[in-house]
């Protein structure tokens, strides 16, 4: 996983939204994978990002249609291997929240090794919806 200082923030224009890339994490995504074939892969995987999906509503997977369509399809390519997290957050929040806090959203992708993570980033994030998307996290001392 990446840490950042505070001085050290990426910033991402999320729609109309400034955010600051607060983490990132890159894994393998078939690690401890004995055997199987990218169909196989694809609908555990499927099923493994519908099940995070519930436990955090924030969360954005990238290309999900996709995913989707190429495990209906029985697509027999392989994913790309490493799995990408990355979780942002922005002072913006909904109008009608007067308690203090922030927003945050949680993306996810897949990439290959040889492919800059911040970049590919930027280029997800910059045609969402912030609003939408993001849930308010309020201010606990």
Do not use: N
């Amino acid at each position: 996983m990446i840490q950042m200082r505070h001085d050290e923030l990426r910033s991402f224009q999320v729609g109309p939204v400034p955010a600051e890339l607060r983490a990132l994490t890159i894994s393998d995504d078939r690690e401890g994978m004995l055997e199987g074939t990218p169909h196989l892969h694809r609908r555990f995987r499927l099923m493994g990002i519908e099940k995070e999906m519930a436990a955090t509503p924030h969360l954005y997977v990238h290309d999900l249609g996709k995913l989707r369509a190429d495990a209906e399809g029985r697509v027999e390519e392989w994913l790309p291997r490493e799995a990408v997290h990355a979780r942002l957050t922005s002072w913006w929040k909904p109008e009608d929240i007067a308690e203090f806090g922030h927003t945050e959203l949680s993306v996810m992708w897949f990439q290959t090794a040889t492919e800059d993570p911040f970049a590919h980033l930027a280029t997800i994030v910059r045609p969402l919806d912030w609003a939408s998307l993001a849930r308010f996290v309020p201010f606990r001392d």
